[in-house]
Nanobody, 121 residues
Framework: QVQLVESGGGWVQAGGSVRLSCAAS????????MAWYRQTPGKQRERVAR???????NYADSVQGRFTISRDDAKKSVYLQMNSLQPEDTAVYYC???????????????WGQGTQVTVST
């Protein structure tokens, strides 16, 4: 089984920055697309950033220019640098990775447990 663990969340004042990290462990043969999602109670889950194996990225309009996603395959990790944070960014942030656990195994999505980011005014 593949396990993903996020870190770096917490409390931050508006205008501040937070860097989220997500490290995977377990039997991993290959890693495909990685992404960060966020969810606020009562709202639909939103994908905020995505990065492909080749390093191509996509961002939600709401975070474009403020957030940066990156990956380090050697460390089996994905990161989210969050700058100019606003109260609207308050949410539980989840990392996800599309992973193959064996040579002929199917690709499956794995999710972290989530980390709370609270932006105060």
């Amino acid at each position: 089984q593949v396990q993903l663990v996020e870190s770096g969340g917490g409390w931050v004042q508006a205008g501040g920055s937070v860097r989220l990290s997500c490290a995977a462990s377990g039997s991993i043969f290959r890693m495909n697309t990685m992404a960060w999602y966020r969810q606020t109670p009562g709202k639909q889950r939103e994908r905020v950033a995505r990065i492909t194996t080749g390093g191509f990225t996509n961002y939600a309009d709401s975070v474009q220019g403020r957030f940066t996603i990156s990956r380090d395959d050697a460390k089996k990790s994905v990161y989210l640098q969050m700058n100019s944070l606003q109260p609207e960014d308050t949410a539980v942030y989840y990392c996800t990775m599309n992973v193959q656990t064996g040579y002929d195994s199917s690709w499956r999505d794995y999710w972290g447990q989530g980390t709370q980011v609270t932006v105060s005014t």
